[in-house]
C-alpha cells in the first residue's frame, strides 16, 4: 500500500510535464470485437498518444443505425463511430455527421485524390466530406481449379462473361455427387443488393435506373440458373458467408463473395481455389463490381472535434496494413509490400478500381428494399423480372424524388 | 400517524400498496407503450424522431399505405393460416398427449415433465436446429425423406415459398405442443374419477365417456389454451426471424413480423406501429374471450 503510493507519487513527478498536455477522451463505437480492427487501433493511438483516452463500444453491425439515431437523439452519441457505407449518406443529409473538408484541406496525411472513386463517393453527399474510409471490400467469382479440371475446363481460363458464366456452371453442375455449378447470394437483405447492383451497373443501369434491359438480363440468367438448378434454390435465403461455406465444402463449383472468406477458405477448401473478376456481359463490357466495408465518421455534436481528426487521419495514415493485418482491401492508393495471398489480392486489388457505390442516398434502406423484392419475387416466379424491375423503379422513383 | 401504521397493520394500507405497485408496473410497461404506439401510428415518425413528442400528425395516412400495400393481401392471408393451423395442431396434440398421459403407466409424470424441454428453449435456438432439419440441401429431414423413398427430389422447406410458411407453422406447433398439453393435463386431473366410474357403470363407452365427459368439463380449459394459443401465435417472431426472415418473397411473412420490418429495416416506424395497433385490435378481441372463458374458475 504505502510503497504503492511511493511509486505513485514519484511517477506523478516524473511524468508531471507531460500532463501539461490537456486529457482528452473519446468514445468509439464499432462494429468489431477486441482484437480486431478498432481494437487494435485505438491501442496502438493510445500508446503513442498518451494524453489520448479512447473508449470503445462493440454495437452488432445489424444495430448500428438503430443504436446510432438514438443515441443521438438522447444525447448519448459517441465522438466517432464506424458506418457502414451506404448509410453514410442517410446520417450526414440530417447534420448528424462533421464535415471533414476544412480538415482535410489542413491535413498532410490525407489527401482527397488518393481515395478510389467508389469510396469517396460514399463518404461525399452533396458539398461535404463525412467520413474516411477505414478500407474495403468487393467481390469476385472464386473457382474451385480441382472440379474444372475433372470438368474438362481449363482452370486458367475462368468465365469472363454471362454466357460463358452460365455454360461454365452447366458443365460443372452435377446433382449425382450433390455439386451446383455456381453459389450467390440472393437473400432478402442488404446482401442480395449488394450482390446484383454490379450486374445491373454493367449494362449501364444503377440504383435509380434499375428497370434497363441489362437489368433484366441479369435478373433472367440469375432465375435460369436456380431454376435450371446450377445454382440451389437455398440462394434466397443463404447470406454470402453460408453460400460460400458450401463451396468450401465442395458443394459449389463457384462463389460471388469477398475477400472476407479468405481466412476460412484457406483453413476449410482443401482444393486449389483461385479468383477471378466478376464476369461481364460481353467481351469489352464496362466492369463494375460492388463496394463494401465502412467508414469512420466523426458525430456533428462533438466536443473534441480536434482530437476525433487527429484518431482518424492517423487511422486513414495506415490504410497500407489493412489487408494483411486486418482483411480489407485498402480504399486509397497505397502500395500494399509483401500481401498475405498474393493471387486473391492482385484480383481483389483490380476489382476495386470496378467498385461502386451503393447509392448514396438518405433514403437507402427503402431503395434497397425495393430491390431486394423485385429480385425475390421475379426468382420464385411471382412476377417475370421485367415486372418486378418495374414495380422496384416505381417505387424508387417514388423515393429519390 | 397513528391511524396509517393501524392501517398498514391491519392490511388495508399494505393492501393497497401492493395494488398500486402492480398498478405502477402495468401503466410504465404496458399502458404507456401501448398508448405510445398509437400515438406513433397516426404520425410521420422515422428513426431520428423517435425520442421527441413533435412530430407531424398524418391521420389516417399510415393505414391506407399498410392496407393498400401490394404485399399486405399475402401477408394477412398468411397471419390467418399461421394462426389457425398452428392453433388448431397444437390443441389437437397436445390435448391428444395430455390424454395419452393421464394414461397411468409407469413414468408417464415423469415423461410429461421432460415435453417441457422444448418449450422453455428460446425461440432463436429452436429456429436453429429447425433450420438444420428443414435445409434443402442438406437437411435432415430431406435426407430422412429421400431415404425413406417418400420422396425423390429434394424439397426447399425454407426458400420455395410455396413452402416457407408451412415450414414455420411445422416448428411453431412443435414449441406450442407442450404447452398446450401441461394446461390441459392440469385440467383433465382436477376431472374426479367417480364421474367416469359412474359413466362406466351405466355402459358408456370411451368415446361417449370423452364426448359427455371429458369435453364438456373441459370448457374452460379448452377456451383458454385456444385463445393463449392465438396470442402466443401471433408473438411468435423469434422463429421467423431465424428461418425465413418472411420470405422468399413474403411468402411467409406474417403482421408481426412485417411490423417489425417496417419499424426496423425500412424505418417507417408510423407504419410499423400502424400494423401492431392493428394486431392490437385483434388480441383485445381474443383476449375478452379467454377472460371469458377463464371467469368461471374464479367464480367456483
Known amino acids: 500500500m504505502t510503497i504503492r503510493t511511493i511509486l505513485a507519487g514519484t511517477t506523478a513527478l516524473i511524468a508531471g510535464p507531460a500532463f501539461a498536455q490537456e486529457q482528452v477522451e473519446l468514445d468509439l463505437w464499432t462494429i468489431d470485437d477486441p482484437g480486431e480492427y478498432h481494437y487494435v487501433m485505438a491501442e496502438e493511438y493510445m500508446a503513442a498518444n498518451p494524453n489520448v483516452t479512447i473508449n470503445l463500444r462493440t454495437v452488432q453491425f445489424q444495430d448500428m443505425v438503430n443504436d446510432l439515431a438514438r443515441s443521438i437523439a438522447t444525447g448519448d452519441a459517441p465522438d466517432i463511430t464506424y458506418i457502414d457505407n451506404p448509410e453514410v449518406a442517410l446520417f450526414a443529409s440530417r447534420g448528424m455527421l462533421m464535415d471533414l473538408s476544412p480538415y482535410i484541406a489542413e491535413s498532410d496525411v490525407v489527401n482527397v485524390d488518393d481515395i478510389f472513386p467508389g469510396p469517396l463517393a460514399s463518404v461525399t453527399y452533396e458539398d461535404g466530406i463525412y467520413g474516411l474510409p477505414r478500407g474495403a471490400n468487393t467481390i469476385a467469382l472464386y473457382y474451385n481449379a480441382d472440379l474444372f479440371r475433372a470438368a474438362g475446363l481449363d482452370p486458367d481460363a475462368p468465365p469472363t462473361t454471362w454466357d460463358a458464366l452460365y455454360e461454365t456452371a452447366q458443365t460443372l453442375t452435377n446433382p449425382d455427387e450433390n455439386i451446383y455449378g455456381i453459389a450467390f447470394s440472393a437473400k432478402n437483405s442488404e446482401e442480395g443488393t449488394f450482390q446484383f447492383l454490379p450486374w445491373v451497373q454493367m449494362t449501364g443501369g444503377n440504383f435509380d435506373n434499375i428497370a434497363t434491359d441489362g437489368a433484366e438480363r441479369a435478373l433472367n440468367l440469375w432465375k435460369q440458373m436456380i431454376d435450371e438448378r446450377l445454382a440451389s434454390p437455398d440462394t434466397l435465403i443463404r447470406s454470402q458467408w453460408d453460400s460460400t461455406g458450401t463451396f468450401n465444402a465442395g458443394s459449389a463449383a463457384m462463389v460471388i463473395s469477398g475477400p472476407w472468406e479468405i481466412p476460412r477458405m484457406s483453413q476449410d477448401a482443401d482444393f486449389d481455389w483461385r479468383v477471378a473478376l466478376l464476369p461481364v456481359p460481353e467481351e469489352g463490357a464496362e466492369r463494375a463490381s460492388a463496394l463494401g466495408e465502412g467508414d469512420n465518421v466523426i458525430l456533428a455534436n462533438t466536443d473534441q472535434p480536434d482530437a476525433a481528426f487527429a484518431f482518424l487521419e492517423f487511422l486513414y495514415g495506415d490504410m497500407d496494413r489493412v489487408w494483411n493485418d486486418f482483411g480489407y482491401l485498402p480504399a486509397s492508393n497505397v502500395e500494399v509490400v509483401d500481401p498475405k495471398y498474393p493471387e486473391a489480392y492482385a484480383v481483389f486489388e483490380e476489382s476495386m478500381k470496378y467498385a461502386r457505390t451503393r447509392g448514396p442516398s438518405p433514403e437507402w434502406p427503402r431503395i434497397s428494399g425495393a430491390i431486394q423484392t423485385a429480385i425475390q419475387s421475379a426468382l420464385t416466379g411471382q412476377q417475370t423480372p421485367a415486372d418486378a424491375l418495374a414495380e422496384a423503379q416505381d417505387t424508387i422513383s417514388d423515393v429519390v424524388n | ?300
Open chain 2, 1 to 300: 400517524m397513528p391511524a396509517t401504521s393501524s392501517s398498514f397493520r391491519d392490511g388495508r394500507g399494505f393492501d393497497r400498496m401492493l395494488v398500486w405497485i402492480t398498478l405502477t408496473f402495468l401503466i410504465v410497461f404496458s399502458a404507456f407503450p401501448l398508448a405510445y404506439n398509437i400515438l406513433m401510428s397516426f404520425q410521420s415518425v422515422d428513426l431520428f424522431t423517435l425520442a421527441s413528442f413533435d412530430r407531424p400528425f398524418v391521420g389516417l395516412d399510415n393505414y391506407k399505405e399498410v392496407l393498400t400495400n401490394s404485399a399486405t393481401d399475402i401477408i394477412v392471408k398468411n397471419t390467418i393460416v399461421f394462426v389457425l393451423l398452428s392453433v388448431a395442431a397444437q390443441l389437437v396434440i397436445g390435448f391428444g398427449l395430455a390424454l395419452f398421459f393421464q394414461q397411468r403407466f409407469p413414468g408417464a409424470t415423469w415423461l410429461r415433465g421432460l415435453f417441457l424441454a422444448g418449450w422453455i428453449l428460446p425461440g432463436l435456438v429452436v429456429g436453429a436446429v429447425w433450420s438444420w432439419i428443414l435445409a434443402g440441401d442438406f437437411g435432415v429431414l430431406n435426407w430422412v425423406l429421400q431415404t425413406l423413398g417418400l420422396t425423390d427430389d429434394k424439397i426447399f422447406w425454407l426458400s420455395d415459398p410455396t413452402n416457407s410458411l408451412y415450414s414455420v407453422i411445422i416448428a411453431n406447433v412443435w414449441i406450442g405442443v407442450p404447452f398446450n398439453m401441461i394446461l390441459l393435463s392440469v385440467g383433465l386431473s382436477a376431472i374426479p374419477d367417480d364421474v367416469y366410474e359412474a359413466a362406466e357403470l351405466d355402459g358408456a363407452g370411451r368415446v361417449w365417456r370423452f364426448l359427455t365427459i371429458t369435453l364438456p368439463l373441459m370448457r374452460a380449459q379448452l377456451g383458454a389454451v385456444i385463445s393463449l394459443g392465438i396470442i402466443f401465435t401471433l408473438q411468435q417472431f423469434d422463429l421467423f426471424a431465424a428461418l425465413t426472415q418472411g420470405g422468399p418473397s413474403n411468402g411467409s411473412n406474417v403482421m408481426q413480423y412485417w411490423s417489425w420490418e417496417l419499424s426496423f429495416q425500412d424505418y417507417r416506424i408510423g407504419q410499423g406501429s400502424a400494423v401492431s395497433v392493428l394486431m392490437i385490435i385483434v388480441v383485445i378481441g381474443v383476449a375478452a374471450i379467454y377472460v371469458r372463458s377463464t371467469r368461471h374458475e374464479h367464480a367456483a
